[in-house]
């Protein structure tokens, strides 16, 4: 793991928000969560690339259920490109 004191990745970091513990037992419970409310259904997690590529497998091995995972790339152009 990436030490945030040391390592020159984080040497413009002002302040840490959440601790990785933070971070780890919100996914936990999300998981415990999304399991309850998705019990019986057939889940499929879908992860937007790229931004959530970090969380992402975290978060689908916290949920106790059999799902599917898919991954889609988007765009936030809009209609800019459009001539």
């Known amino acids: 793991m990436i030490n945030p004191e040391t390592s020159p990745l984080y040497r413009d970091l ?3 928000l ?3 513990e933070q ?6 419970q ?7 409310v998705y ?3 057939d889940l499929v ?3 937007i690339l790229k931004g959530a590529a970090p969380f992402f497998p975290d978060t689908t091995g916290a949920i106790d259920l059999r799902l ?4 889609r790339s988007i ?3 809009g209609l800019s490109l459009i001539p």
């Open 68 to 71: 599917q995972v898919d991954f």
């Open 39 to 41: 019990d019986g259904c």
């Open 75 to 77: 765009s936030s152009y």
């Open 18 to 20: 959440l601790t990785n």
């Open 45 to 47: 997690c879908i992860c």
């Open 14 to 16: 002002q302040e840490i």
């Open 30 to 36: 999300m998981g415990k969560e999304l399991t309850q």
């Open 23 to 28: 971070i780890q037992t919100r996914i936990s």
